[in-house]
Each structure stands twice: as C-alpha cells, then as structure tokens.
C-alpha cells in the first residue's frame, strides 16, 4: 500500500497568512495526487486534482505543486472560509490512501 | 445537477450487518466508477473499496476483505455498501464519492450517513 504522511498535522495562521501543507507518498504516484477540504459535519470537497489543476469553481488562491513522492498545498491568502482540514489522497493505485489531514485553525 | 445522495442513519448492535445507500442523479449511472469512504469520529478519511457502475468490478481496501460488499443497480441508479460482522469500531460517518475519469478523483461526495454500532 502506498503511505502518504501529511505535515505539519495542524496549523494555526490568520487571515491574509499564506499557508503551505506538504504531502509525500512513500511510492512514486506520478501526478495522481488530489487535495481536498473538509469542514465540520460536511462531506469532503475537491480543490486539486492531478496535483496542480484546480477544480471547478475552486478559489484561485489554492494551489497545488509537485511530482512523483513530494507534493504541495498553497493558499496564497488565507480567509475567513479557509478554515477547515485538508486532506491530501493518492489516486495511482488501489488502495487509493488518504493522509491524516491538516487542519487549520 | 449531479447529486449524490445517501440513507438515513443507523444504530446497529456488534455483529449485525448494514447496508448503506447512495442514489446518483444529473449524469449516466454507468460513466464514472463509485466508492466508499469511512471517517470514525474525529478522525480522517479511509477508503473501502470502488466499483465499476459499467461492468461490476471491485477492488476492496484489505482491511474490509471479507466483510463489505459493493453492489449497483442500474435501474434505479443506486450504490450501496454491505458491512457484515459489524464491531464498536465500524461506527463512523460513510461517504459516498464518484471517481472521476483518468485521474480517479473524487470530484462529487454524497452527504455522509452516521452508522453507529453499540
């Protein structure tokens, strides 16, 4: 199974903070790399998919990078609706792993 | 619009089973695959398993192997998840969520059902 470790596991930051979240695999997973919120009693959203494309409708201020193990998050302001846990998840092979997720506070 | 949307939720007691739905609307039930994803309280995201709407295929988190199973009906556009053998751990908050296209995102989440077991 391929591992993804997420760091740091926790934040604290304030509004107009950028904000970086790092994600790395324990395998090579090319660019099958997907980064997603998750607010309080809500499903999980999609931010990120293929580790830089923004989806639909997403702020641009969220922002992905990386290739093969090392992968990044970046909110380039943060605000007020930013505040929530995010989750990076790899896409390359079954079983298709999470990390333990970021919250930021 | 595309909608994914999911039973009640339930209370069962250690070693009974569940089954959980997922009814898909706003795209064709057999385009994109679909799966499970668990959240035990306060803690992350583990995925359980994915099935093809098209064909039947599975693929099972080996955690799971042996007491979930995936099924559709293309009838009524329908998922859902058996979970047998059920223990105080199982309670949790279950995802549905729709794989999308080359890069097995998970772009469309239904709104999670609370199974607890005690």
């Known amino acids: 199974d391929i591992q993804m470790t997420q760091s740091p596991s926790s934040l604290s930051a304030s509004v107009g903070d950028r904000v970086t979240i790092t994600c790395r695999a324990s395998h090579r997973i090319v660019n099958y790399l997907n980064w997603y919120q998750q607010k309080p009693g809500k499903a999980p959203e999609l931010l990120i998919y293929s580790a830089s494309r923004l989806q639909s409708g997403v702020p641009s201020r969220f922002s992905g990078s990386g290739l093969g193990t090392d992968f990044t998050l970046t909110i380039s302001s943060l605000q007020p609706e930013d505040f929530a846990t995010y989750y990076c998840?790899?896409?390359?092979?079954?079983?298709?792993?999470f990390g333990q997720g970021t919250k930021v506070e | 619009q595309v909608q994914l949307v999911q039973s009640g939720p339930e209370v069962k007691k250690p070693g009974a089973s569940v089954r959980v739905s997922c009814e898909i609307s706003g795209y064709t039930f057999s385009n994109y695959g679909l799966n499970w994803v668990r959240q035990a309280p306060g803690q992350g995201l583990e995925w359980m398993g994915w099935?093809?709407?098209?064909?039947?295929?599975?693929e099972y988190a080996q955690s799971f192997q042996g007491r979930v199973t995936l099924t559709t009906d293309t009838s009524t556009s329908t998922l859902y998840l058996d979970l047998r053998r059920l223990k105080p751990d199982d309670t949790a908050v279950y995802f549905c969520?729709?794989?999308?296209?080359?890069?097995?995102?998970?772009?469309?989440w239904g709104q999670g059902t609370l199974v607890t077991v005690s």
């Open positions: 969520a729709r794989s999308r296209g080359r890069d097995h995102s998970f772009d469309i």
């Open positions: 998840h790899q896409s390359y092979s079954s079983p298709r792993t």
């Open positions: 099935i093809s709407p098209y064909n039947g295929d599975t």
